[in-house]
Antibody, heavy 120, light 107 residues
């Protein structure tokens, strides 16, 4: 069974940094691209970033470009999101999601999410 | 960026009703569209991919159609467990983008 377990969320002050992690199991992690998607409280879904299986390609939403960095460690089956210069509008539940091998990489499944709150 | 617009934003329906949700892309995305279901406090779940392909384990009352810019998710006979929020997402280009969501509530 595929399992994705996010961690690292919490309360951080504006301008601060936080690193999220996503521990993967139940599939060959090194073969799949992985994504982060977030959801602000009471709002819709916002795609954040994607990293290819071999870390050769990364893409970011315009709202986080230059502040967030996605990376992975295939030896540890771990996906990470380094978030710097955090703003109040980054407050959200952050989900990691596995991308299918076929097609453009459909997001399935998703982890349970970790809450990031940016506030003074 | 490709904008995804869902309609309606809110649907009030009864068990057994047929429900249709539409999603329009601001430019052509071929059939690179997915539909997700999200229940309160839970992670989204993939229902439909490539516009019309049913994800494994998803009941056959869910179906998707469309290509290019206009897409539809249909629930043929609404069940109590289907009351949730539904999102479309384009996978044609980066950045990936989602529709704003359609909440399906009990009438």
């Amino acid at each position: 069974e595929v399992q994705l377990l996010e961690s690292g969320g919490g309360l951080v002050q504006p301008g601060g940094s936080l690193r999220l992690s996503c521990a993967a199991s139940g599939f060959t992690f090194s073969k799949h691209a992985m994504s982060w998607v977030r959801q602000a409280p009471g709002k819709g879904l916002e795609w954040v970033s994607v990293i290819s299986a071999n870390s050769g390609s990364t893409y970011y939403a315009n709202s986080v470009k230059g502040r967030f960095a996605i990376f992975r460690d295939n030896s540890k089956n771990m996906l990470s999101l380094q978030m710097n210069s955090l703003r109040a509008e980054d407050t959200a539940v952050y989900y990691c999601a596995k991308q299918a091998l076929a097609g453009p990489g459909w997001l399935d499944p998703w982890g349970q999410g970790t809450l990031v709150t940016v506030s003074s | 960026d490709i904008q995804m617009t869902q309609s309606p934003s809110f649907v009030s329906a009864s068990v057994g009703d047929r429900v249709t949700i539409t999603c329009r892309a601001s430019q052509g995305i071929n059939n690179w569209l997915a539909w997700f279901q999200q229940k309160p406090g839970k992670a989204p779940k993939l229902l439909i991919y490539a516009a019309s392909s049913l994800q494994s384990g998803v009941p056959s009352r869910f179906s998707g159609s469309g290509s290019g810019t206009d897409f539809t998710l249909t629930i043929s006979s609404l069940q109590p467990e289907d009351f949730a929020t539904y999102y479309c997402q384009q996978a044609n280009s980066f950045p990936r983008t989602f529709g704003q969501g359609t909440k399906v509530e009990i009438k």
